[in-house]
């Protein structure tokens, strides 16, 4: 049974917005650290930004002015503003049973199998 389940992925025009979606139905994740990363072909898994409820929110400076993350009961949201061509590729959702550590993938256990962005010139 996936834990994490994200979706809202697919084609945007550069310069477009795109929100995905992220739901956990197994456990209540304002107890785990929530973050989204992406991975484009060929690369490095690269997180984006994390989350602990009521916490403290992170983002990697290269992301923070496009992309904004947002949590609602057991949903996790990226907001995608401004979408680039280099935006595009697989976007995953983690969760770790702790609060914030960083943003290495090796720090989540869970993870969602993705929702794949594609973005049009």
């Known amino acids: 049974q996936r834990q994490l389940v994200e979706s809202g992925g697919g084609s945007v025009q550069a310069g477009g917005s795109l929100r995905l979606s992220c739901r956990t139905d197994i456990w209540t994740i304002q107890y785990f650290c929530m973050a989204w990363f992406r991975q484009a072909p060929g690369k490095e898994r690269e997180g984006i930004a994390s989350m602990f409820f009521g916490g403290s929110l992170n983002y990697v400076d290269s992301m923070k002015d496009r992309f904004t993350i947002s949590q609602e009961a057991n949903m996790f949201y990226l907001q995608m503003n401004d979408v680039k061509p280099e935006d595009a590729g697989m976007y995953y959702c983690?969760?770790?049973?702790?609060?914030?550590?960083?943003?290495?993938?090796?720090?989540?256990?869970?993870w969602g199998q993705g929702t794949q962005v594609t973005v049009s010139s």
């Open positions: 983690a969760a770790d049973r702790a609060r914030c550590r960083g943003l290495a993938a090796h720090l989540f256990m869970f």
